[in-house]
């Protein structure tokens, strides 16, 4: 048994090697929204704040945080930008919602140090933007209205106007 030993462990690790050199390749493929449709997402989101009076910013990134989009009523105050982008991040980053990492990282929570990261805004108004499958395709963050949880209506309008675009 010993002597097919060596045999054995060479045939187990070329057919393992080949297994997995087929399985991952050099390439990731992902989703991502078209600029278009993030605009379209951003414009609803804003149309919705201002429906309501409210002065916002409104920013589209792609999973990776990088932004694709910049909408900011002419009213808005200057810090609708950070904030927007800010929340935006925070949701991709995290795969949160900002209303929900706001409680889980309270001050003695596990999660409070996402707190201290210089991009992490763990405030109402951010949320993810997932396609048909669940694969997160976007974030948004919109900023300006009076409260986390009218940034989040806002946001969460913007999401329903893209929802037949992005659903499968």
């Keep these: 048994m010993t002597r097919f030993l060596p045999a054995f462990i060479a045939a187990c690790t070329l057919g ?14 992902f989703r991502s929204l078209k600029p278009e449709v993030a605009l379209q997402m951003a414009q609803a989101a804003m149309d919705s704040c201002k429906e309501q009076g409210f002065q916002v910013g409104v920013t589209v990134v792609d999973k990776s945080g990088v932004p ?21 991040w925070t949701a991709v980053s995290f795969r949160t919602n900002t209303t929900d990492l706001a409680a889980t990282t309270q001050a003695g929570m596990p999660a409070s140090g ?51 675009a992005i659903a499968f």
Aim: negative net charge.
């Design 68 to 88: 694709q989009v910049y909408l900011r009523h002419r009213f808005a105050g200057s810090h609708v930008y950070e904030t927007s982008y800010r929340k935006a």
């Design 114 to 164: 996402i707190r201290e990261l210089s991009l992490a805004l763990p405030l109402g108004g951010g949320m993810m933007v997932q396609d048909g499958d669940g694969a997160l395709v976007a974030g948004i963050g919109v900023s300006g209205a009076p409260g986390g949880d009218a940034d989040d209506l806002c946001a969460q309008a913007g999401i329903d106007a893209i929802a037949d």
């Design 16 to 29: 393992g090697s080949a297994a997995w050199a087929g399985a991952d390749d050099a390439f990731v493929e």
